[in-house]
């Protein structure tokens, strides 16, 4: 039997449908698995490291199947093949899958696959609310629409290529029995390239702005409602309010926030404290802190409408990430 990357990781094998089907649902979601064929042999194989942020996985069936997770939700996945071939589907996107194209696959869009009987892949989890993290500081404001990924991946040219060796380091680090990707520091390294490599080298529908090409550099107005925004984003602001202290009209102030960052003043100011309230709720002594208090804190009172936009932006309820462990992935 071929031995599999993260050998060291082996989670389980198992010949059985339904307990593959459970157990693959455990690392990533619900979904549908079905072998194809006439007499079929099941003969599944999965090794996973999961670290904080990124979940990493090599899945074989060992016969072809049909898998229809549908909508990841809150995470992305990278699905490249080891050996053997897929097809991917993604949405209204179809893109075959081998060792040298990888599928990346959206949060938003549902997703199905088939695989060949002798394909092992990669599948790499990637946490939404990290992403998202990451891809703003790279542009330098919100996200407001959700990030759609090209579906197919070159792995084997450019920034790509770049990308796979990133993904292919780690694997091999992993694989021994001393390496930094114990240390937290070196984990957090390692996922922010993996993270950060994937919003450069795969095209989406953020790449003009990531790239300088969507947008002009702020303007002082509007560089000066973001400093507000970010040095105290507790304080009772309002666009009057900072439109007053940038030195414009509300209406110019609003105008900037639409034309360079796809956003109104007050969704900016609210995904800054939503993402405020994660970052205090992820630190928290679950003792001494509650939720209320720190959505309170950054003027998030109506607490039904923030724990729904709370749950869209991070994939949990303000509650689960004041209780999650350290360390702990969401949904996993």
């Not at 919003?199 to 702020?218: F, K, S, V, W």
């Not at 720190?294 to 932006?313: N, Q, T, W």
Request: charged fraction near 25%; include cysteine.
């Amino acid at each position: 039997m071929t031995v599999l990357p993260l050998d060291k990781y082996r989670l389980f094998h198992s010949r059985d449908v339904d307990d593959t089907r459970e157990r693959v649902g455990r690392i990533f979601c619900p979904h549908s698995m079905n072998t194809v064929g006439r007499n079929p042999r099941l003969n599944t194989r999965v090794n996973c490291r999961r670290l904080e942020n990124v979940a990493i996985a090599v899945v074989a069936y060992g016969t072809d199947v049909r898998v229809a997770p549908g909508e990841l939700g809150s995470f992305f996945v990278v699905l490249a093949p080891v050996i053997g071939r897929g097809m991917v589907q993604c949405g209204r996107e179809q893109t075959s899958t081998a060792p040298d194209t990888a599928g990346v696959v959206g949060a938003d869009d549902p997703l199905r696959m088939r695989l060949s009987g002798d394909c092992a892949q990669f599948v790499i989890r990637i946490e939404r609310r990290a992403l998202e993290a990451r891809l703003a500081e790279l542009i330098g404001g919100s996200v407001p629409e959700p990030v759609r990924f090209r579906l197919g991946m070159d792995i084997t040219r450019g920034y790509g290529r770049s990308w796979y060796r990133e993904l292919a380091y780690g694997v091999s680090e992993l694989d021994q029995p001393d390496t930094m990707l114990t240390h937290p520091a070196a984990v957090a390294q390692f996922e922010r390239n993996l993270i950060t490599g994937l919003l450069l080298a795969q095209p989406h529908n953020y790449t003009a702005m990531i790239e300088g090409r969507d947008r002009p550099l702020p303007s002082r107005s509007l560089r000066e409602a973001l400093d507000l925004i970010h040095s105290r984003p507790e304080a009772p602001h309002t666009p009057a309010s900072l439109a007053h202290e940038a030195g414009v009209s509300v209406r110019a102030l609003q105008k900037a926030f639409r034309e360079q960052l796809g956003s109104s003043p007050s969704e900016y100011l609210r995904g800054v404290r939503l993402q405020r309230v994660h970052d205090e709720l992820s630190a928290a002594q679950v003792e001494v802190t509650t939720v209320g208090e720190v959505a309170s804190k950054y003027g998030l009172m109506h607490h039904g409408r923030f724990a729904a936009a709370y749950r869209d932006r991070f994939g949990e309820s303000p509650n689960a990430t004041l209780h999650r462990r350290p360390g702990r992935p969401t949904r996993v």
